[in-house]
């Protein structure tokens, strides 16, 4: 009877849960989401799973997620096995032709579809793509922080997001390497972190969600900050408080926003469910910029 009891506590607390996410389900009805995924989430199988099912029900509540994904890791240990050596400029990957071979040979291929599978596996219906589709993405030449030339690693010159357009009235969810195409045809290698904020600002996606390893944005006390403005970015950036890897998420925040995008989440991606924690709750789950 104890048992039972408890059972049927548990799925009144389930019922108030979904009956809670009302009005946020109302509120992002029809809304475009950009998610670049990374970190944890992209670990183990179970980690996985775990995302891909929560993608498919953000589809099936009607709002549309658009996924980017990295790969470095990946990238590195195919690179180990093929024998190439890798070098970092300004935290960027030098990318020679030998290099973005296996570069998109990686994104494109392993890490891109078995995102793809998850997403399937839980019942979604999810297509792979990478900038070169339809154009996507036409990058220009990126150099480094001293104008070091950094090979075939590009930034995205134009965006070209009709594609995604197309599965906005869908049951497909798109999934997106960052991979690139030049003016002249070249394979260019995109950082994740800036193809996503890429796509969310031609999209004038609703939210830009960049999940990182990380609670989101500290202070000087090292608290998470869950609200802040472009101005406030700029200025804990200046007095030295957002430093290091945090630069390059809150810089691509910044130009998302400028771009249209109406607001970017830095979300912890460890936590369990974080991006339906973050959509569907009044509990957030990372630092949210605003302009």
């Known amino acids: 009877m104890e048992k039972s009891a408890a059972m049927n506590r548990d799925w009144i607390a389930t019922a108030r849960t979904l009956s809670e996410a009302l009005p946020y389900l ?12 990374g ?14 099912r929560d993608i498919v029900l953000m589809k099936q509540c009607n709002v549309h997620p658009v996924l980017v994904h990295g790969g470095g890791p990946m990238i590195n240990q195919m690179l180990d096995r093929l024998g190439i050596e890798s070098h970092f400029v300004g935290g960027k990957r030098v990318t020679d032709a030998a290099t973005v071979e296996v570069v998109e040979m990686v994104l494109s291929g392993s890490v891109n579809k078995r995102i793809v599978q998850a997403i399937n596996t839980v019942g979604g219906k999810a297509v792979g793509l990478n900038g070169k589709d339809a154009s996507l993405m036409i990058c220009e030449k990126a150099l480094g922080p001293k104008g070091e030339d950094l090979g075939f690693v590009g930034n995205p010159k134009k965006v070209n997001p009709a594609v995604l357009r197309t599965f906005l009235d869908s049951d497909f969810i798109p999934v997106v390497a960052p991979i690139g195409v030049g003016a002249n045809g070249e394979t260019f290698n ?27 944005v500290k202070d000087a006390d090292g608290d998470v900050i869950t609200q802040l403005t472009a101005d406030q970015v700029r200025q804990l950036t200046a007095d030295g408080v957002i430093a290091g890897g945090m630069i390059p998420k809150t810089e691509t925040a910044l130009e998302a926003l400028e771009g249209g995008t109406r607001a970017v989440v830095i979300i912890d991606g460890r936590a369990p469910h974080a991006v339906l924690l973050e959509l569907f709750t009044a509990h957030g789950a990372g630092s949210l910029i605003r302009l």
């Open 26 to 37: 109302q509120r992002y009805d029809g809304a475009v989401v950009v998610i670049k995924i």
């Open 39 to 52: 970190g944890h989430a992209m670990g183990d199988d179970k980690a996985m799973l775990s995302f891909a």
């Open 190 to 216: 995109i950082n994740g972190d800036t193809a996503a904020g890429a796509i969310a600002a031609a999209m004038k996606a609703d939210r830009l969600l960049l999940l990182t390893d990380v609670a989101g």
